[in-house]
T-cell receptor, first 114, second 113 residues
Framework: NAGVTQTPKFRVLKTGQSMTLLCAQD?????MYWYRQDPGMGLRLIHY???????AKGEVPDGYNVSRLKKQNFLLGLESAAPSQTSVYFC?????????????FGDGTRLSIL | AQSVSQHNHHVILSEAASLELGCNYS??????LFWYVQYPGQHLQLLLK??????LVKGIKGFEAEFIKSKFSFNLRKPSVQWSDTAEYFC???????????FGSGTRLSIRP
């Protein structure tokens, strides 16, 4: 049981390049989330999804797009990368928002934009 | 807007010292509360959570937290820390039945051997 898997683990991009981060979970969770983690700012929610085919904006959605075409996958896209998007990105999932349903996190993707 | 405050950015303790990390939130309704830990180079892991009932919650590795509704606080405690507790600790709050969890900015805990 892999849990939440993020690919890639590291990536360096040039300003203006595009890329997609993949998050996959094998726990049949309905809810999936993308966060960015920056020093002194904790985790900030970028986008989230409450089910297949649905997405919603979080705290810091600008410059990112997401898609949830399959229940197990949640993709985060950067159309035109900017240095301000240098960060560590974490994906998380949860079965629901009910009692005893915390979020399970992936190992993170370290992204550097030059 | 709902917010979560962790006032201690970096705490340094000696082994066997007692620990208390503060967490305050701004939302006035019913909330679910969490503490997560991130060990160096690893992903976040759940330490403990509060949904309802006894406001004193016990988690893994000897950690506990107390929900004080009147103070909008959910402080994390451990009677005697170990070097292996060196990590970053995040408090998180979710409005009951909401889908989003709001995280605090984190507290880095360093333990001197």
């Amino acid at each position: 049981n892999a849990g939440v898997t993020q690919t890639p683990k590291f990536r360096v991009l040039k300003t203006g390049q595009s890329m997609t981060l993949l998050c996959a979970q094998d726990m049949n969770h309905e809810y999936m989330y993308w966060y960015r983690q920056d020093p002194g700012m904790g985790l900030r929610l970028i986008h989230y999804s409450v089910g297949e085919g649905t997405t919603a904006k979080g705290e810091v959605p600008d410059g990112y797009n997401v898609s949830r075409l399959k229940k197990q996958n949640f993709l985060l896209g950067l159309e035109s990368a900017a240095p301000s998007q240098t960060s560590v990105y974490f994906c998380a999932s949860s079965y629901s928002t009910g009692v005893n349903q915390p979020q399970h996190f992936g190992d993170g993707t370290r992204l550097s934009i030059l | 807007a709902q917010s979560v405050s962790q006032h201690n950015h970096h705490v340094i303790l000696s082994e066997a010292a007692s620990l208390e990390l503060g967490c305050n939130y701004s939302y006035g309704g019913t909330v679910n509360l969490f503490w997560y830990v991130q060990y160096p180079g690893q992903h976040l892991q759940l330490l403990l959570k509060y949904f309802s009932g006894d406001p004193l919650v016990k988690g893994i590795k000897g950690f506990e937290a107390e929900f004080i509704k009147s103070k909008f606080s959910f402080n994390l405690r451990k009677p005697s820390v170990q070097w292996s507790d060196t990590a970053e600790y995040f408090c998180a709050v979710r409005r009951s039945s909401a889908s989003k969890i709001i995280f605090g900015s984190g507290t880095r805990l360093s333990i001197r051997p």
